[in-house]
């Protein structure tokens, strides 16, 4: 197989995130170990001011 653009067509097979145990969402990362949501394992919950914006 060629290198490039034509390899980036296999990354779609695979699913990268799944189900977080603290919150349940579909965002814990399989390889990173970690939640994109709420950060578990981390003892805190991730929170962001930016976040708490809400655009009507």
Known sequence: M???????GNFTRKKTHIRCRRCGQ????KR???CAKCG????KMRTYRWIK???L
């Open 2 to 8: 060629t290198k490039g653009t034509t390899s980036m």
């Open 26 to 29: 579909n965002s814990y990362h």
């Open 32 to 34: 990173h170990k970690q």
């Open 40 to 43: 578990y394992p981390e003892a």
């Open 53 to 55: 914006r809400q655009v």
